[in-house]
């Protein structure tokens, strides 16, 4: 069974950082698809959560939408460390996400990015 977790796209709603994501990997250890909009989710708090969830069954689908606390370190840590379960990463808004680590990414990952302006 696997379970969808959705950090609501609204200002103020489901406001998502580092520890509540870390306690989403212990409530929902095979979570598949993982939505991440206006968090304040830092790489560390990303990678943090993959190395519980990888363990278990891995992230099938990852969005991050206005993450501006993600870094090409931690996109560059994602591609490695869920190569084999990721097949759809789509990335909004992030400012600190270049093109750098967006090659990172390996082919076979359905990639949907907007890095400026709007999707």
Do not use: W
């Not at 870390?22 to 190395?51: I, K």
Request: overall charge positive; proline content about 3%.
């Amino acid at each position: 069974m696997s379970f969808t977790v959705v950090s609501r796209c609204v200002r103020g709603l489901g406001y998502v950082d580092d520890k509540s994501l870390e306690r989403l990997s212990v409530l929902f250890p095979r979570l598949a698809v993982l939505e991440l909009c206006l968090s304040s989710v830092s790489d560390d708090g990303l990678m943090t959560f993959l190395d519980h969830n990888q363990r278990l069954g891995g992230l099938t689908t990852l969005t991050l939408d206005h993450a501006g606390h993600i870094t090409d370190r931690g996109l560059m840590r994602l591609a490695q460390h869920s190569a084999a379960k990721l097949s759809q990463l789509s990335i909004a808004r992030c400012p600190h996400i270049t093109n750098t680590a967006l090659r990172s990414v390996r082919p076979s990952v359905r990639l949907s990015v907007c890095l400026f302006g709007v999707v």
